[in-house]
């Protein structure tokens, strides 16, 4: 089954950047990621950028660690691989990331 996540930017926040996800149009989920770019770390967050959670992506080395709080695990991975490539690909923090599976 094909589906596609959304990201995009809602801003800087105190910790990095807040960006805000939906999966197939918010029809099969939506969050918030925080993303601290000076680290690499990407985390689920609140519509107000307040982390949930212990759930955190390394973004360097692609380590997984926590416990999500709301979304489930993968949702949150996807977005944070998406983010990342992004981030790889520009060489700048993005302002959106839309990655596409089929």
Not at 6 to 32: C, H, M, Q
């Amino acid at each position: 089954m094909a589906f596609s996540v959304g990201v995009w930017s809602e801003g800087p926040v105190a910790g990095g950047t807040l960006y805000r996800w939906e999966i197939d149009a918010g029809k099969a989920g939506f969050g918030f990621a925080l993303v601290d770019w000076e680290t690499g770390t990407v985390r689920p967050a609140d519509r107000r950028g307040q982390p949930q959670g212990t759930f955190a992506v390394d973004g360097r080395s692609g380590v997984m660690s926590g416990d999500v709080v709301g979304p489930d695990r993968m949702p949150m991975v996807q977005v944070a691989a998406a983010l990342i490539r992004a981030y790889r690909r520009d060489g700048r923090v993005p302002e959106t990331a839309h990655p596409y599976f089929g």
